[in-house]
């Protein structure tokens, strides 16, 4: 069981927008940054949002983040086929001196 | 653009010690903007943090594998490694090595290796 709370997948059409959510505690999305990580078919994880909000060169702004309390939200607008990844979100917990991964969730894009 | 390569032992027997060795090319391991990590995933499920290591040699492992966890770095060779004891078929996984990029105290996992399978199986 994670940490981090996230639903196992979400889905949408092309051109559409979905939200991913990421659910924590105080010891870890109260207190820390968050960032997001998208994982394509048989690929390593690639980083798509660091400190919340922030997009690292080379991300499309059709990819946003945003926190709120515990919890963290990630959006993808305009969705292309080649969104279909899994999407982790990660940040450290206070409590277990420790990085600490969302469950995963399996975007398709119908 | 600072790169990662795993390397190790494709497949571990129960029991023994799985060895992996990450390679850092396009940086160095002696920054001090940066901590070491490793990270596996087991087949079709998600990602787990195992620790890091800074190049001081300080370590911050996940309390759930501490106890047998080892993590070394060896900045002559610009390299970090991974030791996990007493394995069993539940740490078969891909494993991957990270660069945590800090500034600012603000730190993410920015750069990945492409990652290595690791079978535990007699």
């Known amino acids: 069981q994670s940490v981090l709370t996230q639903p196992p997948s979400v889905s949408a059409a092309p051109g559409q927008k979905v939200t991913i959510s990421c659910s924590g505690s105080?010891?870890?999305?109260?207190?820390?940054?968050v960032s997001w990580y998208q994982q394509l078919p048989g690929t390593a994880p690639r980083l798509l949002i660091y400190e919340n909000n922030k997009r690292p060169s080379g991300i499309p702004d059709r990819f946003s983040g945003s926190k709120s309390g515990t919890s963290a939200t990630l959006g993808i607008t305009g969705l292309q086929t080649g969104d279909e990844a899994d999407y982790y979100c990660?940040?450290?917990?206070?409590?277990?001196?420790?990085?600490?991964f969302g469950g995963g969730t399996k975007l398709t894009v119908l | 653009q600072v790169q990662l390569q795993e390397s190790g032992p494709g497949l571990v027997k129960p029991s023994e010690t799985l060895s992996l060795t990450c390679t850092v090319s396009?940086?160095?391991?002696?920054?001090?903007?940066?901590?070491w990590s490793w990270v596996r995933q087991p087949p079709g499920k998600g990602l787990e943090y195992i620790g890091y290591?800074?190049?001081?040699?300080?370590?911050k492992y996940n309390p759930s594998l501490k106890s047998r966890v080892t993590q070394l770095v060896d900045t002559s060779k610009n390299q970090f490694s991974l030791k996990l004891n007493s394995v069993t078929a539940a740490d078969t996984a891909v494993y991957y090595c990270a660069r945590i990029y800090c500034t600012g105290g603000v730190c993410s996992f920015d750069s990945w290796g492409q990652g290595t399978l690791v079978t535990v199986s007699s």
């Open positions: 105080s010891s870890n999305i109260g207190n820390n940054y």
């Open positions: 290591i800074y190049y001081s040699g300080t370590t």
């Open positions: 990660a940040t450290w917990d206070n409590n277990l001196s420790a990085w600490v």
């Open positions: 396009g940086g160095s391991v002696s920054s001090g903007n940066d901590y």
